[in-house]
T-cell receptor, first 112, second 115 residues
């Protein structure tokens, strides 16, 4: 299974752009990269998913370089409500074992 | 409303007393999974199921059992709970992985304490 590494914590201010990077050096050819957000005492919530290059939705952007050994979640203009833990997840899409491994998570603190 | 439900939400038990945490989803999802979350360790997958009667181990399966007799239900069984299984447990479900997408829908969590 591809292991992921993320910064333990990050601080930001309201209105700033936040970039959280996840390292996954052993990512396999068929692995996708997915990011989740988790608030205290709640289950994680899907944010965005990608395989290569750039993906953007109404919430965030995901940047994946050509070698796919890392990925960066970009949150534009964060607000206080974006204070949460963000998890990077790498998982397979082929017919083999489909266990999923979460990273240790990055605790983002947004201040006014 | 599309959702994943877990019961109970909170449980305090004693070592060795068998327990079951239920999980049910109403989205007709193929894939279901159990995770435990511990401080400093993030989310770790216990077991997952690709479909009815198909289950496999995740990263930390020791001490747990699961079954998938119906598509909507995926109970987690602790035959002989021990204090190191004190944790916050999440059930999750997802569409068939082969069709793309790892968007898992998580339940509200079950906080288990084993004394």
């Amino acid at each position: 299974l591809a292991k992921t590494t993320q910064p333990i914590s990050m601080d930001s201010y309201e209105g700033q752009e936040v970039n959280i990077t996840c390292s996954h050096n052993n990512i396999a050819t068929n692995d996708y990269i997915t990011w989740y957000q988790q608030f205290p005492s709640q289950g994680p919530r899907f944010i965005i998913q990608g395989y290569k290059t750039k993906v953007t939705n109404e919430v965030a952007s995901l940047f994946i370089p050509a070698d796919r050994k890392s990925s960066t979640l970009s949150l534009p203009r964060v607000s206080l409500s974006d204070t949460a833990v963000y998890y990077c997840l790498v998982g397979r899409m082929d017919t083999g074992r489909r266990a999923l491994t979460f990273g240790s998570g990055t605790r983002l603190q947004v201040q006014p | 409303e599309a959702q994943v439900t877990q019961n109970p939400r909170y449980l305090i038990t004693v070592t060795g007393k068998k327990l079951t945490v239920t999980c049910s989803q109403n989205m007709n999802h193929e894939y279901m999974s159990w995770y435990r979350q511990d401080p400093g360790l993030g989310l770790r997958q216990i077991y997952y199921s690709m479909n009815v009667e198909v289950t496999d181990k995740g990263d930390v399966p020791e001490g747990y059992k699961v079954s998938r007799k119906e598509k909507r239900n995926f109970p987690l069984i602790l035959e002989s709970p021990s204090p190191n299984q004190t944790s916050l447990y999440f059930c999750a479900s997802s569409y068939d992985m082969t069709s793309g997408g790892y968007e898992q829908f998580f339940g509200p969590g079950t906080r288990l304490t084993v004394l």
